[in-house]
């Protein structure tokens, strides 16, 4: 079969498919993007390309305006004041213009708009790319095609936003774009633009939208990050052979799912946080009736106090800079090692006898992540190995299993729990706790001495973050 053929009967694309397709017959993934388009459409590839530069025209103007005599309310005049020799941001003059260009395209913004994609804020990135490309004496075939690229995946999380929320546009949808741009820069193939997508995407899931919306400054680093992270997945793609085996369409149908969550949940919390510092214009202020003005002003000073509180207690926690870090974690994560590993060390030291069998129960995060979690449990309970013990780390489970011990792991639903039973041929021992990561956790109840327990956390260098028992 052609690859219009097959294009045909799998329309419409995914961005795996689109994928699948390029590395199938060997072509770029632009050239699936724009088969598609034309078999959509029904119209010539010279038609499709005039109609994907026309997309930008009114964006490629707020540019310049942002880059000249554009104000933002939000961003100031940050594109004008960029330009210049001694103003650049990084380093690497494209990457710096393609940064630059998508501050300058969001103070264009607002002033004169930008024709959203996903949301106005991916358009920002996209403008820039396409425009630096130009400037930096890219053929307007390809800018013409880079811009199908953009499209097509903007496209994808356009239908998937659904609320607030710029983990689906400025920066979700920025980032991705920004990936597979610079892959395609690079000269990466199509699996590797999949690749970095997938990596670009990750740190995006969830991010609210709403602290930017109104909050001066904080629109450039979500946007401006979009760009910054693209780049450091495309190279990570190419240049290194780190395991990404989450396919695309699976990392984007995630981000999607987790959108309206995220609007529902973290949004309400983040604008309680913020809403005392938005941007207000006076003359719609006076069309708000006084005594609603007065009741929001009590509530953003009672935020603040509260906020201040908070902080403050942060600092009573918080350990002198000379005794801040905690001792190494083997196995990649404080959170999903270190803390059960400490949590079966407890364990060990309270128990008596020799060892029948271990008892795992975790909260549903932890149990997903029992292929780093487990050798550390393991370790720390039957040998109390310490969390920087890297040799008993690789030879736990193959040693508990010599030497007879049974081990049973289970999944519990209750938030955050790490409950670690021994079993012996004396005196058996359990240290039900919450994860609170590295050596911090919550010790909620220990058996056959809570006391003692907090004993062998104090001398073991355990920090016991609450009392709940």
């Known amino acids: 079969m052609t690859l219009k053929s097959l294009v045909k009967d799998k329309m419409p694309l995914t961005l795996g498919e689109v994928v699948d397709l390029a590395e199938q017959f060997s072509v770029g993934v632009t050239e699936v993007i724009l088969t598609e388009v034309e078999i959509q459409s029904g119209k010539a590839r010279s038609d499709v390309r005039e109609e994907i530069d026309e997309q930008f025209k009114h964006n490629y103007e707020a540019l310049d305006i942002g880059l000249s005599s554009g104000e933002s309310i939000l961003l100031g005049k940050a594109g004008k004041e960029l330009q ?23 103070v264009g913004n607002h002033s004169i708009g ?19 490309m130009l400037e930096e004496g890219y053929s307007q075939e390809k800018v013409t095609e880079m811009g199908a690229l953009l499209l097509k995946i903007g496209s994808m999380f356009r239908a998937g936003k659904t609320t607030t929320g710029c983990n689906m546009e400025g920066f979700g949808a920025g980032a991705a774009a920004m990936a597979a741009a610079f892959t395609e820069l690079k000269g990466g193939t199509p699996r590797q633009m999949e690749q970095a997508m997938v990596l670009a995407i990750s740190p995006s899931i969830g991010n609210p939208c709403t602290p930017r919306v109104m909050v001066p400054g904080l629109c450039a680093t979500h946007i401006g990050g979009a760009v910054l992270i693209g780049n450091l997945a495309a190279g990570l793609a190419i240049q290194t052979s780190i395991e990404v085996n989450v ?30 510092f938005f941007k207000r214009k006076n003359a719609v202020e006076e069309l708000i009736e006084q005594d609603v003005r007065d009741k929001e002003n009590k509530q953003k000073k009672e935020t603040i106090i509260e906020a201040e509180k908070a902080a403050k207690e942060l600092a009573r926690q918080a350990r002198p800079i000379t005794d801040t870090l ?46 780093i979690n487990v050798p550390g449990i393991l370790m720390g309970a039957v040998f109390g190995s310490s969390t920087s013990d890297y040799r008993s780390y690789d030879q736990a489970v193959e040693k508990v299993r010599n030497l007879g011990i049974e081990v049973e792991i289970k999944e519990t ?55 709940k028992r």
């Not at 079966?344 to 029948?356: C, Q, V």
């Not at 003692?452 to 920090?463: C, H, N, P, S």
Request: charged share 20%; glycine share 8%.
């Open 84 to 106: 210049g020799a001694g103003r650049e941001l990084i380093a690497d003059s494209f990457l710096n213009r393609v940064l630059v260009y998508t501050l300058a395209a969001q």
């Open 114 to 132: 930008l024709r959203p994609c996903a949301g106005t804020g991916d358009s920002c990135p996209y403008t820039a790319m396409l425009r630096a």
């Open 247 to 276: 396919p695309i369409d699976v990392m984007l149908a995630m981000a999607a799912s987790v959108h309206p969550i995220s609007a529902k949940a973290l949004v309400p919390e983040v604008s309680r946080y913020m809403e005392p």
């Open 413 to 467: 639903q209750e938030h955050q729990v790490q409950r670690i039973t021994i079993e012996t041929d004396q005196v058996s021992s359990q240290v039900d706790s919450l994860n609170r990561g590295g050596g911090r956790l919550v010790l909620r109840n220990a058996i056959p001495d809570y006391d003692q327990a907090v004993k062998i956390a104090e001398d073991l260098g355990l920090v016991l973050a609450e009392d």
């Open 326 to 371: 905690g001792e190494a974690v083997v196995g990649g994560s404080s959170q999903a090692v270190g803390s059960p590993t400490n949590a079966a060390r407890i364990a060990h030291y309270l128990k008596k006898g020799e060892i029948k069998k271990v008892i795992i129960e975790l909260y549903p995060e932890l149990f997903a992540r029992r292929g």
